[in-house]
């Protein structure tokens, strides 16, 4: 599997010079973005990943640029930067879903545990986006006995309660089973979850 990329969206070349002598000396992969309308062009919202952007740029502004990303239901972790006097708009951010914000200059260790916690983020949400893709493609009847096991009924008590054959429940059962792409019950239970409380 690839290592999941950072990206940095900003206008000013000495902060992505800095950040790409820190970033790739800790072994991340870069891609640098001298603009938003590149970067929403170009980049893939939908991957693990993290994103470093800069609030004040001509053309997109950062918060254009992640009210975008929300539209798309991106799956990248977002870092703010922000100059002297931007905070209250990058706590605003952070309200909307960015990860941290970092103040300009950027300080190492900060900046390497902000990453971290974004890439954390990131896979949660791809985790959820690819369970909510695989739920979406079970049939009606499969939606419905992949609840009813999750909430804890054996096949009989399944078939007593929709009137129909411990045969049909358990073809149906298992057709769910393998378009959801697991094997175990357990793991039935634990993706139903995850996706209704999303949902919530």
Request: glycine residues 6%; hydrophobic residues 40%; charged residues 30%.
């Amino acid at each position: 599997m690839s290592q999941p990329l950072i990206h940095l969206v900003d206008d000013d070349p000495s902060v992505r010079d800095a950040c790409r002598f820190l970033l790739e000396g800790y072994g991340f992969d870069v891609v640098y973005w001298p603009d938003g309308e590149r970067f929403l062009a170009e980049a893939d919202p939908h991957a693990e990943g993290c994103l470093i952007l800069d609030m004040r740029m001509p053309g997109l502004e950062g918060s254009q640029i992640h009210a975008r990303l929300r539209e798309q239901q991106s799956t990248l972790g977002v870092i703010v930067l922000t100059a002297h006097g931007e905070v209250d708009m990058a706590v605003e951010e952070m309200k909307r879903g960015a990860v941290d914000f970092l103040q300009k200059p950027v300080g190492g260790r900060q900046l390497i545990a902000a990453i971290e916690l974004a890439l954390a983020r990131s896979r949660q949400r791809l985790e959820l986006r690819q369970a909510q893709q695989r739920m979406a493609s079970l049939s009606s009847r499969e939606r419905e006995i992949t609840q009813l096991v999750a909430s804890g009924l054996t096949n009989r008590e399944i078939a007593d309660r929709l009137c129909v054959a411990v045969r049909t429940v358990e073809v149906h059962r298992a057709n769910a089973m393998r378009k959801l792409e697991i094997e175990r019950s357990a793991e039935l239970v634990r993706l139903w979850q995850l996706t209704e409380t999303s949902d919530a």
